[in-house]
C-alpha cells in the first residue's frame, strides 16, 4: 500500500476522461476538478463532447475517481450521461470571438464513490492580473497524452510549456493564449497551470495558478509536411471562463 503523501497533490485535481456512444468506446481526453460555492464541477473541452466537424457525438462520458485516500491504486470507473430529456447536461461559453473550447459538468457529490480521494481547483487559484505572468513563464500541463499514465495508481503525467504569447492579449482576437509544449491527443482538456510562489499559496495543498484549459495544437496550413516540423504551439483558453461557466 502506498501512501498519498509520496504523490504531488496537484496529480488528485485530474482524471482521465472517456467518451461512450452506447457501448462503444469513442475517445480519450483529459479533465480536472473544479469546486466553486460548495458546488463541484468537471471541467473539460467542449470538443470532447460534441464536435459536429468530425461527427463526433458521444452520449455519455466515464472518469476514473481513486476510492481510497491512502492506496491509489484502488479506483473505480464514474459514468456521466450527457443528455436529460434530450438536452445536454454540460454548460458550455462563448464570446464575441465565437465558441469557447470548454465545457463543465456539475457533479452530484452525494453519487460519488465513499471516500473519494479528488482534489479541485477554486475560484482562488484563477489569475487576478496579467502582469505576473510574462512571456516564456514555465508552465506545466497535467493530463493523459494518448491516453499515457501510470496505470497501477491511475495517475496523469506533466508536460513541461511555457508561455509563448501576450498573457492577456487574446491570440487572433480568441479568447485563448499559446503555450508551447509537446502534446499529443488525449490532453484536451487538460489544466495549464503556474507555480504560485506567493507566501500563501506555500501553506496550502495547491500552490498553483490555473491559468487555462488545455484545447488543442495549432498548426500552418501550408506547412510542407517533408521539410517543416510542426510549431509544437497549442492553445489553451483562459481559465476566467469557470467563472461564467460556473455562476449558479
Not at 476538478?33 to 467542449?46: G, I, N, P, W
Not at 495549464?192 to 495547491?206: F, G, K, Y
Request: net charge negative; hydrophobic share 40%.
Amino acid at each position: 500500500m502506498e501512501q498519498q503523501g509520496t504523490i504531488e497533490p496537484v496529480l488528485l485535481t485530474s482524471t482521465r476522461v472517456t467518451t461512450f456512444q452506447g457501448a462503444r468506446l469513442l475517445s480519450g481526453a483529459s479533465g480536472f476538478f473544479f469546486e466553486r460555492d460548495m458546488r463541484l464541477y468537471l471541467v473539460t473541452s467542449r470538443h470532447v463532447l460534441l464536435d459536429a466537424k468530425s461527427a463526433h457525438h458521444p452520449d455519455r462520458v466515464e472518469i476514473e475517481l481513486h476510492t481510497d485516500t491512502f492506496d491509489l491504486t484502488l479506483t473505480t470507473a464514474f459514468s456521466i450521461l450527457l443528455y436529460r430529456n434530450g438536452n445536454s447536461i454540460w454548460r458550455q461559453g462563448a464570446d464575441t470571438g465565437g465558441d469557447i473550447d470548454v465545457a463543465v459538468i456539475e457533479l452530484e457529490r452525494a453519487a460519488l464513490p465513499e471516500n473519494c480521494a479528488l482534489l479541485a481547483f477554486t475560484p482562488a487559484h484563477l489569475q487576478a492580473t496579467f502582469d505576473d505572468v510574462e512571456i516564456g513563464a514555465p508552465l506545466l500541463i497535467i493530463g493523459f497524452p494518448l491516453g499515457f499514465h501510470d496505470t497501477r495508481h491511475h495517475l496523469p503525467v506533466a508536460r513541461l510549456a511555457c508561455v509563448a504569447s501576450s498573457f492577456g492579449v487574446r491570440f487572433q482576437a480568441q479568447g485563448y493564449f499559446l503555450t508551447d509544449a509537446r502534446t499529443h491527443r488525449g490532453t484536451s482538456g487538460a489544466p495549464v497551470l503556474m507555480r504560485d510562489r506567493s507566501e500563501h499559496a506555500a501553506q496550502t495543498p495547491l500552490p498553483w495558478k490555473l491559468l487555462g484549459i488545455h484545447s488543442s495544437r495549432l498548426d500552418m496550413g501550408d506547412r510542407d509536411l517533408a521539410r517543416d516540423e510542426a510549431l509544437g504551439l497549442n492553445s489553451a483558453w483562459y481559465a476566467d471562463i469557470l467563472m461564467t461557466l460556473t455562476d449558479a
